[in-house]
């Protein structure tokens, strides 16, 4: 099931692509409002989801870099062993490898991630995130949806 990881490559490749795009045409904090419910807003995360840990000293940058590289073996490896009615599977763990790999490639190269895309109603905003966080909430979500659903309709 290793073939599905093209959905991997793209997914690296879109999120690095806009990522830059995002750095070079916004400044940082500047929001640009593209709908009523959705801004590009240039920022940077030197945490996790939510800016988990993103106040500390520099030690979370190897932590998440560590982290994110046992992970994607893992699924890698869980990839690999996969049976080929297990698609669902394999789409799920590719987005969320292409994710990982994504934001791996910025906290290496510049020991943060870069997000813009930020929602929001009103005044409620979430807190802003990129093309690599989404794949890997799409592949989770996926994931889901074939455990609690999919599976049992499995032989």
């Given amino acids: ?50 800016s988990f840990l ?9 932590f998440f870099i560590v982290l994110a590289l046992v992970v994607t073996g893992v699924m890698l490896t869980w990839l690999s062993r996969l049976k080929r009615e297990e698609k669902w599977v394999a789409v799920s763990l590719s987005l969320i490898i292409g994710g990982a790999v994504g934001n791996l490639i910025d906290r290496i190269l510049m020991g943060q991630v870069i997000d813009f895309i930020h ?3 009103q005044e409620y905003y979430w807190p802003a995130f990129n093309i690599a966080d989404s794949a890997i909430f799409v592949g989770v979500a996926i994931m889901l949806f074939d455990a ?3 599976a049992r309709k499995r032989p």
Avoid: C
């Fill in 1 to 50: 099931m290793t073939r599905w990881l093209w959905l991997s490559l793209i997914v690296i490749l879109l999120d690095q692509v806009t990522k830059q795009i995002a750095d070079a045409m916004l400044t940082y904090g500047e929001s640009v409002g593209i709908l009523p419910f959705f801004n590009f807003t240039l920022l940077y995360n030197k945490g996790a989801a939510f």
């Fill in 148 to 150: 609690f659903v999919l």
């Fill in 54 to 62: 993103s106040d500390q000293d520099g030690w979370q940058r190897w």
């Fill in 119 to 121: 929602l929001h109603y």
